[in-house]
């Protein structure tokens, strides 16, 4: 990505501007202008009428006078989602967050093939709503992984603008879904989880690369072990966060503690990112329960409905992957839907985490 930038600020005709001149978008434009590439300032929601200090503020109406073709935006704020749909709504194509700068750039793309599977063991299922770049480097870092299990791998688009929305052009032996609205990520998932054929799931962001070799075979092999598992996933490395995703327990409601991963262990609440379920036991769930719609608290749910049903969650440390985050749906502390949601989850789940306890002890202490 970076060579890519560097290519676009060279170019006299293009613009790159940082979105975003709070601290993060500022430490953004002090990495990129290291490595020698050109900003040509900033915008930010905080100065609409924009502002001089230091390097260039624009105001929000300069963004009338930009070539939408010739302008690019890196979003270097805690409120990407709002921002890149704002300048979605204006036209702009030329939009990358901040996890995309880690991930290799495709100015072309080259056709990414799977084995075709007529019965497959495995159902992969990816989510995507625009960054196709990061879908794309997804579905190439699975088919290079060398997993010896059969899969069949699915797609859903959420109405996408950007090339996602043509990625039967660019896959081989991929099941592509475009839904005629976007669904979120519950909807996507609900949806394309009803075409799968695998006696397995796997769920799969579509900003994740797998590092660690046959990552799926690893976690298959666990999950055929005890009928117990409901949900299995590995390490997750957060580059920008400099850390691990891990997963945890609750301590309270509202509060949960990491696990350190040593070992495999239960867990009470599981990032579903690089996830193998059971198919049997999502459908006994009956999937993401759409009173959380569009988004925030389905997965806290449908983990804790498998844990009452007498279904395990397991961290397994023996399989690792990066993952960038917020790909497809980023959380929102400012989103009214949020409060709603944890208000729901908190009301259905408050006996079982605050009262027992034990009960809670024994099922983490499991494994």
Same mark, same amino acid.
């Given at each position: 990505m970076i060579n890519f930038l560097k290519k676009i600020s060279k170019h006299p005709a293009k613009k790159l501007y940082i979105w975003g001149a709070g601290p993060l978008g500022r430490s953004i434009a002090d990495a990129l202008t290291l490595v020698g590439v050109r900003i040509d300032g900033y915008f930010d929601n905080a100065f609409p009428d924009g502002r001089e200090d230091g390097e260039k503020i624009h105001?929000?109406?300069?963004? %009338? !006078?930009? $070539?939408?073709?010739?302008?690019?935006?890196? *979003?270097?704020? @805690?409120?990407?989602?709002e921002i890149i749909a704002q300048l979605r709504e204006e036209g702009f194509t030329n939009i990358y967050c901040q996890c995309e700068l880690a991930m290799y750039y495709h100015e072309e793309f080259p056709k990414i093939?799977? %084995? !075709?599977? $007529?019965?497959?063991?495995?159902?992969?299922? *990816?989510?995507? @709503?625009n960054g196709w770049n990061m879908t794309y480097n997804t579905l190439k870092s699975l088919s290079e992984n060398e997993n010896q299990c059969k899969f069949e791998v699915i797609v859903g688009d959420n109405c996408s603008t950007d090339l996602t929305k043509h990625a039967e052009e660019y896959l081989e032996n991929?099941?592509?879904?475009?839904?005629?609205?976007?669904?979120?990520?519950?909807?996507n998932m609900n949806a394309i989880?009803?075409?799968?054929?695998?006696?397995?799931?796997?769920?799969?962001?579509?900003?994740?690369?797998f590092t660690q070799k046959r990552y799926i075979d690893i976690l298959l092999a666990?999950?055929?072990?005890?009928?117990?598992?409901?949900?299995?996933?590995?390490?997750?490395?957060?580059?920008?966060?400099?850390?691990?995703?891990?997963?945890?327990?609750?301590?309270k409601l509202g509060e949960c503690e990491e696990v350190e991963l040593d070992r495999p262990k239960n867990v009470e609440n599981m990032w579903p990112?690089?996830?193998?379920?059971p198919d049997r036991v999502w459908k006994e769930m009956g999937g993401y329960d759409t009173a959380f719609l569009p988004v925030y608290y389905e997965d806290a749910d449908v983990e804790m409905r498998m844990i009452a049903a007498g279904y395990?969650?397991?961290?397994?440390?023996?399989?690792?992957?990066?993952?960038?985050?917020?790909?497809?749906?980023?959380?929102?502390?400012?989103?009214?839907?949020?409060?709603?949601?944890r208000a729901l989850f908190n009301a259905r789940w408050e006996h079982y985490i605050e009262q027992e306890k034990d009960k809670r002890q024994t099922y983490v202490n499991a494994r």
């Open positions: 105001p929000i109406s300069y963004l %009338e !006078k930009q $070539d939408l073709e010739n302008t690019y935006f890196i *979003v270097g704020s @805690y409120r990407e989602k093939s799977f %084995e !075709k599977c $007529d019965e497959p063991e495995v159902s992969v299922l *990816v989510t995507a @709503y991929v099941k592509v879904i475009h839904h005629e609205k976007n669904l979120r990520y519950l909807g989880a009803k075409e799968a054929r695998g006696e397995y799931l796997f769920f799969c962001s579509n900003d994740i690369l666990e999950a055929k072990k005890d009928a117990r598992i409901g949900m299995i996933t590995g390490k997750l490395w957060v580059p920008f966060k400099r850390k691990y995703d891990v997963h945890s327990v609750y301590i990112i690089a996830t193998i379920i395990e969650l397991v961290a397994y440390p023996f399989a690792e992957c990066i993952h960038y985050g917020g790909a497809t749906d980023k959380w929102d502390n400012n989103d009214p839907q949020l409060l709603k949601n």
